[in-house]
């Protein structure tokens, strides 16, 4: 798509949030007559008609603006550098991190990845719909956000998607074994989740966001402009912890990736077993970029938690850095997956991808 197409595509999705804001429950629209409808494609396989979605938390505005087509790589062609920036803990507060990252990735021409945990958009009223495995009801690892919180948090999410960046899963409580936490401490850790505890977790984690109208009453905010049931391919645990049992449950939620392992970085990804790409995030500093950009090109994949101001500042200044490099992409997740799934099997294995 073009730059001009992108830019009228993002528009049309502004004039439909308007619209939407003002439509009840179940309705199903079409965008006002002019550019917003020409704009539709046979190509896009849209035909321009925009549906609410779930309890009208959400629409179907059509393809997502800024979202590339997918290139295949031709024999002995040297692969792009491919650099993912993603953000966990995807909420507005005080700090207003959320904004500023967003802002500052649309600057530098990068589409990162957002990881939302459910329950950020799920009132202190209604934390009772929660209960994490071996916890008592309603206990979601932290307090609960306020109501200018989740609606300033609705309104990133919105135009997060609209630059083109991916809302991936953050899952929602954070009880990690003591020791080996990458968020707060707790007890009954996820070391000890079934398989189908984990599924029950993707489950409710994924219905705070498609039902945030219903759990916080703000029926006049308008609709997230996705579908997020469709949009969902991935996420990333904040426990290390019970993975062998997590991989399954997402596997059969349909999920096409995993990101919530750490590792030292410098390989291409690999398909495991469960027919999910496992992307490793590594420590994001200079030299181990260079050490990729210069050698093998393995995807970079960069983590900060939005929670952490010098963290964040660290990656933004990374991404200022990197992405405007030639042959460098910087892009979500999701992105990085459509590309290895649409490479011919000889290229990736020239590449060193396994599974």
């Given at each position: 798509?073009?730059?001009?197409?992108?830019?009228?595509?993002?528009?049309?999705?502004?004039?439909?949030?308007?619209?939407?804001?003002?439509?009840?429950?179940?309705?199903?629209?079409?965008?006002?007559?002019?550019?917003?409808?020409?704009?539709?494609?046979?190509?896009?396989?849209?035909?321009?008609?925009?549906?609410?979605?779930?309890?009208?938390?959400?629409?179907?505005?059509?393809?997502?603006?800024?979202?590339?087509?997918?290139?295949?790589?031709?024999?002995?062609?040297?692969?792009?550098?491919?650099?993912?920036?993603?953000?966990?803990?995807?909420?507005?507060?005080?700090?207003?991190?959320?904004?500023?990252?967003?802002?500052?990735?649309?600057?530098?021409?990068?589409?990162?990845?957002?990881?939302?945990?459910?329950?950020?958009?799920?009132?202190e009223?209604?934390?009772?719909?929660?209960?994490a495995?071996?916890?008592?009801?309603?206990?979601?690892?932290?307090?609960?956000p306020?109501?200018?919180?989740?609606?300033?948090?609705?309104?990133?999410?919105?135009?997060?998607?609209?630059?083109?960046?991916?809302?991936?899963?953050?899952?929602?409580?954070?009880?990690c074994?003591?020791?080996?936490?990458?968020?707060?401490?707790?007890?009954?850790?996820?070391?000890?989740?079934?398989?189908?505890?984990?599924?029950?977790?993707?489950?409710?984690?994924?219905?705070?966001?498609?039902?945030?109208?219903?759990?916080?009453?703000?029926?006049?905010?308008?609709?997230?402009?996705?579908?997020?049931?469709?949009?969902?391919?991935?996420?990333?645990?904040?426990?290390?912890?019970?993975?062998?049992?997590?991989?399954?449950?997402?596997?059969?939620?349909?999920?096409?990736?995993d990101?919530?392992?750490?590792?030292?970085?410098?390989?291409?990804?690999?398909?495991?077993?469960?027919?999910?790409?496992?992307?490793?995030?590594?420590?994001?500093?200079?030299?181990?970029f260079?050490?990729?950009?210069?050698?093998?090109?393995?995807?970079?994949?960069?983590?900060?938690?939005?929670?952490?101001?010098?963290?964040?500042?660290?990656?933004?200044?990374?991404?200022?850095?990197?992405?405007?490099?030639?042959?460098?992409?910087?892009?979500?997740?999701r992105?990085?997956?459509?590309?290895?799934?649409?490479?011919?099997?000889?290229?990736?294995?020239?590449?060193?991808?396994?599974g």
């Open positions: 798509m073009s730059k001009h197409g992108r830019g009228t595509a993002a528009l049309v999705v502004a004039g439909v949030l308007i619209a939407l804001a003002f439509m009840p429950v179940g309705a199903t629209a079409k965008p006002p007559a002019g550019p917003a409808t020409a704009s539709a494609s046979p190509s896009d396989g849209w035909d321009g008609t925009v549906s609410l979605v779930d309890d009208g938390s959400g629409a179907d505005t059509g393809p997502q603006p800024g979202r590339p087509p997918v290139d295949k790589l031709k024999a002995g062609q040297r692969p792009p550098q491919f650099v993912v920036f993603s953000w966990d803990g995807a909420t507005e507060d005080a700090t207003h991190l959320f904004s500023q990252v967003r802002t500052a990735a649309k600057a530098d021409g990068a589409r990162t990845t957002f990881f939302l945990r459910g329950v950020d958009l799920l009132p009223a209604k934390r009772s719909l929660y209960q495995p071996g916890h008592p009801v309603g206990d979601v690892g932290g307090p609960s306020t109501d200018d919180r989740i609606k300033a948090t609705l309104a990133q999410l919105g135009q997060a998607w609209t630059d083109g960046d991916e809302i991936a899963d953050g899952f929602n409580g954070r009880f074994a003591a020791g080996g936490a990458r968020g707060a401490g707790g007890t009954g850790g996820t070391a000890s989740w079934s398989t189908q505890d984990w599924a029950g977790e993707l489950d409710l984690s994924s219905s705070f966001v498609r039902f945030w109208k219903t759990n916080t009453g703000f029926a006049d905010l308008p609709p997230l402009p996705f579908d997020y049931s469709a949009e969902l391919v991935g996420g990333r645990t904040p426990c290390p912890e019970g993975r062998e049992n997590l991989l399954p449950a997402e596997q059969a939620a349909g999920w096409r990736y990101a919530s392992a750490n590792g030292q970085g410098g390989a291409w990804p690999l398909k495991n077993a469960d027919g999910l790409w496992e992307f490793t995030t590594q420590a994001g500093d200079r030299p181990a260079d050490r990729a950009y210069q050698g093998n090109r393995a995807p970079f994949l960069v983590d900060s938690p939005l929670a952490d101001p010098t963290a964040v500042q660290s990656a933004e200044h990374l991404m200022r850095d990197v992405c405007h490099r030639d042959g460098v992409r910087c892009v979500s997740y992105e990085l997956a459509d590309w290895l799934d649409a490479q011919d099997p000889a290229v990736l294995a020239r590449l060193g991808v396994t």
